[in-house]
């Protein structure tokens, strides 16, 4: 048995779509579960050199025997979804959508055009925030799935109880992984920027309860770093510590091409920093991972890029890693070299990951043994 809970560690994009595909691949998942809504995407490059980007369906698709499950405690644009779909020729037997998966209305959409959400907090406008609103404010108008069937017929053949089926698949000694959404550093709940923030929380607890599964269960928290974060473009974003320009990463690299990245949804240039060390600190101690994934590292030295062994990455690649390891007593076990899923390396995992002191800030230095 295991349950294994993936985590972004700063603003998102950090690519945990990525390191989900990969797990739920090496470790052939039974059961990949995505929450939050379609106001973020998750994407990698397939061995084909095309870029898969999904909204709704868990990156987990990559394996074909693996079972897709959207939680209660997602928001569903119905249009997204059956666009999905279709294009990976996914059917009932393989996604499963909870009955009390909220819909997204048009409505939603509007309001949050209506409130300047993306002037005020370069919101995607996708509906989540509006639709979270209607369905704690608890109206006669808000749709679960279980409604919305009644209507659109087609929808009745994928309804599930998703606690359930995670469940029992964790009492059977299945593998179960949950994919979580966007980063901790823009946590309703828990950023220190709000309400520069999302509309849910962004923890590996908060995904948990989407899903209906006791914490007592989890097995493995992989929290997902970039070497470079990265944030929506606009101070109406939020801030980004120790940000530079994607010229100053490109000449620091030695990457022989211009270096940018777009954000998945709106396609907006995204703003880009240097690594920030106490956001690392809060998203380690709050979501207690017992593993660690970082992708980017050919940021750190474009010499990286696609290398293929961890012995093989640059001093300066390893030093980070070291010093990452040393800093949260966690191993990096994942490392993206390059955005195909065959650009992760995988180290092995020899000893768990020791828990915090409880009135200390940091974690206990790595033994000297590991």
Same mark, same amino acid.
């Given at each position: /048995?295991?349950?294994?809970?993936?985590?972004?560690?700063? $603003?998102?994009?950090? %690519?945990?779509?990525?390191?989900?595909?990969?797990?739920?691949?090496?470790?052939? *998942?039974?059961?990949?579960?995505?929450?939050?809504?379609?106001?973020?995407?998750?994407?990698?490059?397939?061995?084909?050199?095309?870029?898969?980007?999904?909204?709704?369906?868990?990156?987990?698709?990559?394996?074909?025997?693996?079972?897709?499950?959207?939680? +209660?405690?997602?928001?569903?644009?119905?249009? *997204?979804?059956?666009?999905? /779909?279709?294009?990976?020729?996914?059917? +009932?037997?393989?996604?499963?959508?909870?009955?009390?998966? /909220?819909?997204?209305?048009?409505?939603?959409? @509007?309001?949050?055009?209506?409130?300047?959400?993306? @002037?005020?907090?370069?919101?995607?406008?996708?509906?989540?925030?509006?639709?979270?609103?209607?369905?704690?404010?608890?109206?006669?108008?808000?749709?679960?799935?279980?409604?919305?069937?009644?209507?659109?017929?087609?929808?009745?053949?994928?309804?599930?109880?998703v606690s359930a089926e995670a469940n029992e698949a964790v009492d059977r000694g299945k593998k179960?992984?949950?994919?979580?959404?966007? %980063?901790?550093?823009?946590?309703?709940?828990?950023?220190?920027?709000?309400?520069?923030?999302?509309?849910?929380?962004?923890?590996?607890?908060?995904?948990?309860?989407?899903? %209906?599964?006791?914490?007592?269960?989890?097995? @493995?928290?992989?929290?997902? $770093?970039?070497?470079?974060?990265?944030?929506?473009?606009?101070?109406?974003?939020?801030?980004?510590?120790?940000?530079?320009?994607?010229?100053?990463?490109?000449?620091?690299?030695?990457?022989?091409?211009?270096v940018r990245e777009f954000t998945s949804v709106t396609k907006k240039t995204r703003r880009v920093?240097?690594?920030?060390?106490?956001? +690392?600190?809060?998203?380690?101690?709050? &979501?207690?991972?017992?593993?660690?994934?970082?992708?980017?590292?050919?940021?750190?030295?474009?010499?990286?890029?696609?290398?293929?062994?961890?012995?093989?990455?640059?001093?300066?690649?390893?030093? $980070?890693?070291?010093?990452?390891?040393?800093?949260?007593? *966690?191993?990096?076990?994942?490392?993206?070299? %390059?955005?195909?899923?065959?650009?992760?390396?995988?180290?092995?995992?020899?000893?768990?990951?020791?828990?915090?002191?409880? &009135?200390?800030?940091?974690?206990?230095? *790595?033994?000297?043994?590991?």
């Open positions: /048995m295991s349950l294994w809970i993936i985590v972004g560690g700063q $603003f998102g994009s950090e %690519g945990k779509g990525k390191i989900a595909a990969v797990i739920t691949q090496r470790d052939d *998942v039974d059961i990949c579960i995505r929450c939050g809504g379609p106001n973020s995407g998750h994407s990698f490059v397939a061995g084909d050199g095309t870029t898969k980007l999904v909204r709704q369906v868990p990156t987990g698709f990559v394996n074909p025997r693996t079972r897709l499950l959207i939680p +209660a405690g997602a928001l569903i644009d119905l249009k *997204v979804l059956t666009d999905e /779909m279709q294009a990976l020729r996914l059917d +009932a037997d393989r996604v499963g959508i909870d009955r009390n998966a /909220m819909i997204i209305e048009e409505l939603d959409r @509007e309001t949050e055009a209506r409130l300047a959400l993306r @002037e005020r907090l370069s919101s995607t406008l996708c509906g989540v925030g509006a639709a979270v609103a209607r369905r704690a404010l608890r109206g006669a108008e808000v749709r679960l799935a279980r409604d919305a069937a009644t209507a659109q017929c087609w929808l009745r053949e994928f309804l599930t109880d179960v992984l949950i994919e979580g959404t966007q %980063g901790f550093g823009l946590s309703l709940y828990h950023s220190k920027e709000y309400p520069k923030a999302t509309s849910r929380d962004t923890t590996a607890a908060g995904f948990l309860s989407e899903v %209906g599964l006791s914490p007592r269960l989890v097995t @493995e928290i992989v929290v997902v $770093f970039r070497t470079f974060p990265i944030r929506v473009a606009g101070e109406q974003a939020g801030t980004l510590g120790h940000e530079i320009t994607w010229e100053l990463l490109q000449a620091e690299s030695g990457c022989p091409y211009p920093g240097r690594f920030d060390w106490d956001l +690392a600190e809060s998203a380690v101690r709050m &979501n207690r991972p017992t593993r660690l994934a970082i992708n980017c590292i050919d940021y750190l030295d474009f010499s990286d890029r696609g290398i293929s062994a961890i012995a093989d990455l640059t001093a300066r690649s390893r030093v $980070f890693i070291r010093d990452l390891e040393a800093r949260f007593a *966690v191993p990096v076990v994942y490392v993206g070299t %390059g955005p195909e899923l065959s650009n992760v390396l995988i180290k092995n995992v020899l000893h768990p990951a020791p828990a915090l002191h409880r &009135n200390s800030r940091t974690y206990d230095p *790595v033994p000297a043994s590991r």
